[in-house]
């Protein structure tokens, strides 16, 4: 009796211990973030399951589209546990917008906030290279316009190329200087976009200032005015050294020398909201090619938690 008494002891203790231990683990299991996706033509969605905090739209660079954004801004996890929605847009080849070119993305994009039932109260736009270009253009555009209800909270662009005249100046630079290939190919193409659409900027610097971001040379920054209000970060990596070595340029070649002064002009203009955020050897390609020109130089979890400030 004594013995089974015993017995009966130990598998009772047994089982409470199994029984508090499993509650333990359930207690400690992190909670399970779930994105529902669309995949569309034009975008890529990734729609949090539960409550929506935030909607982070993103434009790539020249050559992107949204897989190529995953593929070197690995936002998704972050943003899926933050509840945050990410639209991934196929959008790109644009270093200036024409009129119906914004009207056109500006209804595209409420569309999709609309027939997705994503909400409109803390919307972030932003984008890399290009990418950042369209971003504040649209962004200038939507708040401008009483059509649109999807006025952005905030906007950012990473090492954007914002000035037209200076890629201009800089491109004749570079086919002059003969150094590198890539650099004269893309000079080459520059010279002739910016040309055949403005004309050279000596006989006509009035069409660049009419779609640049910022015109250095006359500190005009006409299309951005209506985001005095809007918080704005720039991100940018003034590596001198690795762009010297490997395409010598100079640093008033780099988009990094016309971000800052673009910062110093805003700040003297009231804008308030404004961030100047310049990186140290960060600038890295998925495959790990250092590149200062890079998605990489953006601090994701600092992101998300402006994405989340209001």
Known sequence: MKKLTIILILAFIVFTSC??????????????????????????????????????????????????????????????????????????????????????????????????????????????????????????????????????????????????VALYKSSEKNIERNFSEPSILESTWLLETLGNNFGNPKDSIKKYEEKAIFTSSTDNISNIKKLKNTKIRLYTEPDTLWWKKNRMADYDQMNAFYIKKLYESLKTKGFNNVEYIPTTNKGYRANGERHPHSWAIVDKKDLINWVLTK
């Open 19 to 164: 029984k508090q231990s499993k509650q333990e683990k359930q207690q400690v299991t992190p909670e399970k973030f779930e994105f529902t996706e669309l995949i569309k033509e034009d975008y890529e969605l990734y729609k949090p399951t539960k409550e929506i905090k935030a909607v982070l739209i993103l434009f790539g660079g020249y050559p992107e589209v949204a897989k190529d954004i995953k593929r070197e801004f690995k936002i998704l996890d972050i943003a899926r546990e933050n509840n945050i929605a990410v639209i991934l847009s196929n959008l790109n080849q644009k270093l200036w917008l024409e009129e119906n070119e914004k009207q056109q993305l500006a209804k595209s994009l409420q569309t999709i906030i609309t027939e997705n039932q994503l909400p409109t109260d803390n919307i972030i736009i932003g984008g890399f290279s290009s990418g950042g270009v369209v971003s504040l253009l649209i962004s200038n555009y939507i708040i401008g316009k009483k059509q649109f209800y999807i006025d952005p909270k905030g906007v950012f662009i990473v090492d954007s190329p914002i000035d037209l």
